[in-house]
């Protein structure tokens, strides 16, 4: 990383708030987690700036969005590139593109546009965060399925086009590389001055190195989720008075007036309900069933309930826990608490109490809100870039929906927390001015004014890594009132090959009068990421082994409209076995004079990147060894094997990447050519294993139409690899993620290829060949032949009827 000169300060400017004393109280539990609230106080929702949302649609008839569609209402335009029936799978409608990107049939993207525009008049006193901005609707997906490169790169030049401030994406897949397609044309219209907000991904589950694009780009901002505070529930109401939570918007259809029966008496039972009730058991069909969770799934218990008649039922829980939502099958019912049951079966039935179901919609705190969802996607990007940046609510976020669909809706997801941070952006473009200079800094202020959270509730616990929450919960009131600035605020040390241990950073002072700045280092847990040849899952657990790091000064006087240097010098954590890959992280803290608090993020890993096994060649996945290449009825090869390639008998290449890789290759080879290779080792079939019964193809790949520009050694017949002349190419590609940690029914835990012709669509001439696979190591050299992992398959025959 080069350091630039210290001499002029980042444009930027101090903005003071306006009081507006006529401004509804916001106690919208997100706002108030962020200072959203604080600039609703002072009269700031976003009039004046667009924001284009490129997703499914929106519901623009919802009265909470206008109701319209068109110039002078909420939403005020966009584009459907795609139509209803549009899928993105092969076979499916092609795009059907009008004029009216209107969504009654998905309803993610109604709920995007109510985080950043919904009235605050509706039945839930919800409010979106820039609730005065206009909103351009870009569809991109019909009511179900995915969309291609070429559609959204299409969807981000046309946002761009037409003036959007900022645009928002709450879409994405695995990349792993900041050179993903979509990403680079992202990054390239946030280096234009439009602030370009992306989701981080919900693959938490998968652990690290799984980053999502297109938020992989560069220069856009990728978001992370934090739980949300609260959970929205019902209110039940006993005739006693007493209220009794249960998740849900919508209300129980259970009639008012039900007698209560307990199926058991013993509020302390362990199975109750999971045998066939009594034979003395009444109608049940008039009655409200209290059953105790446990032993047995919510179903089996209210089968047996329903058998004597029963439709409806309150299940109460066995310990003193959060409530979460249950599946109760075509049944109707809910979870309420252990001591809500508890009194039902001891009170409420001697009592001959009722129970009533209005619409009485409240919040509960829930443990354990404030910290990273379990969900979000684990950085970082396999060339050592931060995502995601930041990140904001996004777990159990009520929102507007398809007004045929509900009207609102309780959803999780980054998706969630990216339109989160656009609203976000909009208020900082409304109060320091609608300027690229504005758009350039935006990520900076937001990183340096995050707050970082930690990774349990627990008084002991590590902060998050900083791979995972990023610079931390976004604080919006306090970036944008931010007078001073903190650069570079992402500290990029790389990989122990590659380590950059000092940093110059350069603090700001733009506020009028001087501020002395204190340094210290507040250090975040180190997260081990790879188990053998396994990333870790999520949650990643961490260590306390952090980095070490010195500031010179620790302390200094920044006096108004001035920038001064500060050198950090950070060593990577010690005593770490390198072959888990551990990713160290924390935050270099400014504490002003004035009260202020700026960060610096930094992040490295604890070991080379060029010794990741890139290739799978366990048995772990699924119980053979990979890669391998199967014969027409899914079975394992081990010796030459004829093809005719017609129809399904063709060779199906398997594989798993461990990591992801700079360049991925397979080609032919003559079946007598000798490859050195640092994959080899015999096909253990494990008795006839048929691998395409699992489903394939899986990840299988097909070339999309873009990628025939953007790599045109596509197009390449033949070519030499360590000497060897390489008969024709099947398949090559740049900067592809790695495969999920999944089971074998995840859509991403392994690659196939099926072998039909060559990659510039010439037939394959009879003959004997190998498949030869190749894949470039992490920061390897693409002209070094050493720097490729590399696999020959056995004999493969193509012989024509």
């Not at 443990?367 to 969802?373: A, Y």
């Not at 498949?771 to 992490?778: E, S, Y």
């Amino acid at each position: 990383m080069t350091t630039p000169d210290v001499d002029r300060p980042p444009v930027s400017k101090t903005v003071v708030g306006t009081s507006n004393s006529t401004a509804a109280k916001d106690v919208f539990s997100t706002h108030v987690m962020t200072g959203v609230d604080k600039l609703h106080a002072d009269g700031y929702y976003g009039k004046g700036i667009k924001i284009g949302i490129i997703d499914t649609g929106i519901d623009y008839t919802h009265p909470a969005l206008g109701g319209k569609f068109g110039p002078g209402n909420k939403v005020i335009g966009g584009y459907d590139f795609v139509g209803d029936a549009y899928t993105g799978r092969d076979g499916t409608p092609p795009p059907s593109p009008d004029n009216d990107p209107l969504d009654q049939c998905n309803g993610h993207g109604t709920h995007v546009a109510g985080i950043i525009g919904a009235d605050p008049v509706n039945p839930y006193n919800i409010s979106g965060v820039a609730y005065e901005s206009s909103i351009n609707a870009y569809r991109v997906f019909g009511c179900d399925g995915s969309v291609p490169d070429d559609i959204l790169i299409d969807s981000l030049l046309r946002a761009y086009k037409d003036g959007n401030d900022v645009i928002t994406l709450s879409l994405g897949g695995a990349d792993g590389w900041t050179e993903a397609v979509s990403g680079v044309v992202a990054s390239k219209i946030a280096d234009a001055g439009r602030i370009v907000t992306i989701a981080a991904g919900n693959d938490g589950q998968y652990g690290s190195w799984y980053t999502s694009g297109p938020g992989t780009g560069l220069s856009v901002i990728s978001v992370g989720s934090i739980d949300n505070t609260v959970a929205t529930v019902q209110n039940a109401v006993v005739s006693s008075g007493r209220e009794i939570p249960y998740l849900g918007l919508a209300t129980l259809p259970i009639p008012a007036g039900l007698t209560l029966y307990a199926t058991s008496t013993d509020t302390t039972v362990a199975d109750d309900a999971c045998n066939p009730l009594p034979a003395t058991t009444p109608d049940l069909s008039n009655k409200l069933v209290i059953i105790r969770r446990g032993t047995c799934t919510f179903v089996s218990k209210l089968d047996n309930a329903a058998k004597f008649g029963a439709k409806y039922f309150l299940i109460y829980d066995n310990k003193d826990q959060t409530l979460s939502s249950i599946a109760t099958g075509n049944y109707i019912g809910a979870l309420i608490s252990q001591q809500d049951g508890v009194f039902l079966v001891k009170e409420g039935v001697p009592q001959n109490l009722t129970v009533s179901f209005p619409n009485n919609p409240a919040t509960i705190p829930v443990p354990g809100g404030g910290l990273m969802s379990s969900f979000s996607t684990y950085g970082p990007t396999n060339d050592m870039y931060f995502k995601p940046a930041v990140s904001a609510p996004g777990g159990n976020i009520l929102s507007t929906y398809p007004v045929p669909l509900g009207a609102y809706a309780i959803l999780s997801g980054t998706s969630m927390a990216t339109p989160f941070v656009a609203g976000s952006a909009a208020l900082l473009f409304q109060l320091r001015g609608k300027t690229a200079a504005t758009a350039k800094v935006a990520r900076t202020l937001f990183e340096n004014t995050a707050i970082p959270v930690q990774q349990t509730t627990a008084n002991t616990s590590l902060l998050e890594t900083a791979s995972h929450q990023g610079a931390g919960l976004i604080q919006v009131y306090d970036a944008i009132h931010a007078s001073g600035i903190l650069t570079p605020a992402e500290l990029l040390l790389n990989d122990t090959a590659n380590f950059k241990g000092t940093q110059i950073l350069k603090i700001t002072n733009n506020g009028k009068k001087p501020v002395t700045y204190t340094f210290s280092h507040i250090p975040a847990g180190t997260a081990p990421t790879i188990d053998g040849i396994e990333p870790i899952t999520g949650p990643v657990s961490l260590v306390n082994s952090p980095a070490t790091v010195s500031i010179v000064p620790n302390q200094l006087t920044v006096p108004a409209g001035f920038t001064l240097p500060v050198v950090a010098s950070i060593k990577a954590p010690t005593g770490l076995d390198a072959k888990t890959f551990p990713v160290y992280s924390g935050f270099i803290k400014a504490k002003g004079s004035d009260g202020s608090s700026l960060q610096s993020t930094y992040l490295g890993v604890a070991a080379s990147l060029k010794n990741a096994k890139i290739l799978d060649n366990t048995d772990a996945y699924f119980g053979v060894k990979l890669p391998l290449v199967t014969d027409k009825d899914g079975n394992p090869i081990s010796g030459p094997t004829t093809y005719t390639l017609n129809g399904s008998d063709t060779p199906l290449v398997i594989y798993r990447l461990a990591w992801g890789t700079p360049n991925f290759q397979l080609a032919l080879i003559d079946a007598k050519t000798n490859v050195t290779t640092n994959q080899r080792r015999s096909i253990d079939t494990r008795g006839e294993v048929d691998v395409r019964s699992l489903s394939l193809p899986h990840s299988t790949i097909n070339k999309r139409s873009i990628w025939s520009w953007l790599f045109p050694w596509l197009n390449q017949g033949s070519g030499t690899f360590n000497k060897v002349p390489l008969i024709g190419v099947l398949y090559q590609e740049d900067y592809i993620s790695r495969n999920s940690a999944g089971a074998t029914s995840d859509t991403n835990g392994y690659s196939a290829y099926q072998i039909t012709q060559f990659a510039n669509g010439t037939a394959i001439p009879d003959g004997s060949y190998k498949i030869l696979l190749r894949a470039l190591k992490i920061t390897g050299d693409p002209i070094k032949e050493e720097d490729y992992e590399v696999w020959t398959s056995p004999e493969i025959d193509v012989k024509r009827v």
